[in-house]
């Protein structure tokens, strides 16, 4: 190789680096500037009124007071035209029975939007019984948004898992990933739905519909980590414990007096 | 309220235990059976034809372009099921354009795409360049041009050429094994690393995907060498045929192995999800994983490669066997696909109940849908054959 060949190589090679060089530089505050510029769009499009950055949401579920009543699980059908059929909830009520012998029967007709039948009768004695409510976990470590392929479920920055039903492809992977059976395909919109803490409400101040529509206030919503929350409260009062912690999903739906049979 | 359709009242009725609402319906069905088992024949058949090129099987030279050829009518098809089982699949394309860099899934399209393209295609055309060239020169009409179009006009066949070809092709067959590694492993993993599903979640899945895969693929490619051959009026090549089964056997017994393994730390373990499985394994899984899986498709056909072996069975009885043996364990890879992908979503992640899976027959997800991308593979490797021979007496010497 030849003096004027291998200045001519340096040369081109010089000229690539700084090339790359600006255009990375000219880059840089835009990307950097993408993260400051994504909070202000997403606050803009939840409204004016709402600062997603200020929350972070969780509900905790006094098993001892829910009743069974499934009103929960009506308000939420409407609320959020949740399809009319027994396969798609968005929550939805179990019953337990445990038996003297151990064994357990677990029910959810139609997932209790109806409530539950009074006259089951059983060969033995029951030992214990009680009913759960079921929804979105709302975990802070969802599996659900890692194994979505295009991003289309994420978590909000104030702590709530959504569904972009524009952006779904329906590939039913997040289904598979969640343990809860927190997830369905819409058969309308073949995407998928869940619970989304009713975040239209919550932009608006107000809270989801299954808890107002509670009887008992079984549930309870607020704040996960503000003193003043009514949810903060809660766990101060309250054992709580959440639904497959071995998971490590890190649920932010809590369970006061929650039984070892329930998962 | 609506009064659930008569489907729906079937299903409920035929649910053993509880399951979430939600888990009524099953959303995995007999496409995304196809899809694993599909991408699985493409990485065994590969992996079949690198044994010529990097570990120098001559005796399987003659299979080496069927193999080949065989890899890319399946890889071609293999979006297909995947595609159809999407709830907007003009929507697919979000998944290469803004892939969410945490998703397994997402990753498929590179995989797909890196393995069509810088693999199978690369060494197709590398291993085909020089006939391409002598065959345009020597036809007329459009198979001239079709032969001259897929060289890409190129015509130096000069002793320099043909033996850069060949080190190309080396070099990617080289790249190819861990690519094909990748292809069905990857599989294996959007299976494995669900957390949430105890039939799936597990380190040996990825490993038990890609050693059925290359059972089936040895086993496909075995019994199309069958098929071809004699509709060609050629004799079999005894040498191939044995080393063939040889493999097929090898195979096998390192897939047995490992899911033999996998089944005994399971009940060795004996966690939370033991009773459930043990009831799927015994109740709705029984004929399809027990009977078809494991005696139909694995032991039975290892007993018979391995029986004419022993008793030096003649060539004739030999080539029965392998060939009914070939078919058993096509059969039983299905079924093991099946079992992974329906039989992972039948039992309730409350693991208190069972659901069903029912099949339709017509639409997207229904079984004629399932024959067809089953059979279009065969339908574009027999135009691939036609149009690319690779056959050992069509090379031009």
Not at chain 1, 133 to 147: A, E, F, S
Not at chain 2, 246 to 264: K, Q
Request: aromatic share 12%; hydrophobic share 50%.
């Amino acid at each position: 190789m030849d003096k004027t060949e291998k200045g001519k190589t340096f040369r081109r090679r010089d000229f690539l680096r700084s090339a790359l060089v600006s255009l990375v530089s000219l880059a840089a505050p835009a990307v950097l500037g993408a993260r400051e510029q994504m909070k202000r769009l997403q606050s803009w499009i939840i409204g004016e009124d709402y600062d997603p950055f200020q929350h972070n949401w969780g509900m905790a579920i006094d098993i001892n007071k829910c009743i069974g009543c499934g009103r929960c699980v009506q308000a939420c059908k409407t609320e959020n035209a949740v399809p009319d059929s027994p396969c798609y909830f968005r929550t939805w009520v179990e019953r337990y029975h445990i038996f003297e012998d151990g064994s357990v029967e677990v029910d959810s007709p139609n997932g209790a939007i109806a409530g539950f039948n009074r006259e089951a009768k059983f060969d033995q004695n029951v030992m214990r019984s009680f009913f759960v409510p079921k929804l979105c976990n709302q975990c802070d470590n969802p599996p659900c948004v890692q194994v979505c392929p295009v991003g289309a479920t994420f978590k909000t920055p104030d702590g709530v898992v959504l569904i972009d039903p524009d952006y779904c492809i329906g590939c039913g992977y997040c289904i598979q990933a969640c343990p809860y059976g927190a997830r369905f395909i819409n058969p309308e919109t073949h995407t998928v739905d869940k619970c989304t803490f009713c975040y239209h409400r919550l932009a608006k101040g107000l809270a989801p519909a299954c808890v107002e529509a509670c009887p008992t206030q079984a549930r309870i919503f607020g704040e996960v980590d503000q003193k003043s929350s009514p949810l903060l409260r809660f766990k101060r009062m309250n054992k709580v414990g959440v639904l497959k912690p071995a998971l490590n999903t890190e649920p932010k739906v809590y369970y006061a007096n929650l039984d070892m049979e329930v998962n | 309220m609506e009064t659930p359709d008569a489907r729906l009242t079937q299903l409920l009725s035929e649910i053993g235990g509880y399951i979430y609402p939600n888990e009524i319906e099953i959303h995995w069905g007999l496409l995304i059976v196809i899809y694993p088992y599909i991408t699985g024949l493409v990485a065994g058949a590969f992996i079949l034809a690198s044994l010529v090129k990097v570990f120098n099987v001559k005796q399987l030279q003659p299979v080496y372009r069927m193999a080949l050829l065989t890899a890319l009518a399946f890889l071609l098809v293999a979006t297909m099921p995947l595609l159809a089982h999407l709830g907007h699949p003009e929507r697919s394309y979000e998944i290469f354009f803004t892939p969410n860099t945490t998703s397994a899934m997402a990753m498929f399209g590179f995989v797909y795409a890196w393995y069509l393209m810088a693999v199978l295609l690369l060494e197709i055309w590398f291993d085909y360049r020089k006939d391409l060239v002598v065959w345009a020169s020597q036809e007329k009409g459009p198979r001239k041009w079709i032969h001259r179009l897929l060289s890409l006009f190129s015509r130096d066949i000069s002793p320099r050429a043909v033996a850069f070809d060949a080190k190309m092709e080396k070099a990617i067959t080289i790249l190819g094994i861990p690519s094909a590694f990748l292809l069905h492993g990857y599989v294996g993993f959007i299976f494995g690393s669900i957390k949430a599903n105890p039939w799936w979640s597990s380190v040996l899945m990825p490993i038990v995907f890609l050693f059925s895969a290359i059972v089936s693929g040895i086993a496909l490619v075995l019994i199309i060498y069958m098929i071809v051959t004699p509709l060609r009026k050629k004799e079999l090549d005894q040498d191939c045929l044995y080393t063939l089964a040889n493999f097929l056997f090898y195979a096998m017994i390192v897939d047995f192995s490992i899911e033999i393994l996998d089944f005994i730390h399971r009940i060795y373990e004996s966690e939370e999800s033991i009773h459930i499985l043990a009831q799927l394994v015994s109740g709705r899984l029984f004929f399809s994983l027990v009977v078809m899986q494991l005696l139909m498709g694995m032991v039975l056909p290892l007993f018979m490669i391995a029986g004419v072996k022993l008793f030096n069975a003649p060539f004739e009885l030999r080539k029965l066997i392998y060939f009914l043996a070939a078919i058993l364990v096509q059969v039983g890879i299905f079924a093991t696909r099946w079992n992974v992908v329906v039989g992972g979503q039948l039992f309730s992640k409350s693991f208190r109940g069972l659901t069903v899976f029912k099949m339709s027959f017509l639409g997207m997800e229904g079984l004629l849908m399932g024959i067809f991308l089953l059979m279009l593979p065969l339908l574009i490797l027999f135009v691939l054959f036609k149009l690319l021979p690779p056959w050992e007496d069509a090379r031009s010497g």
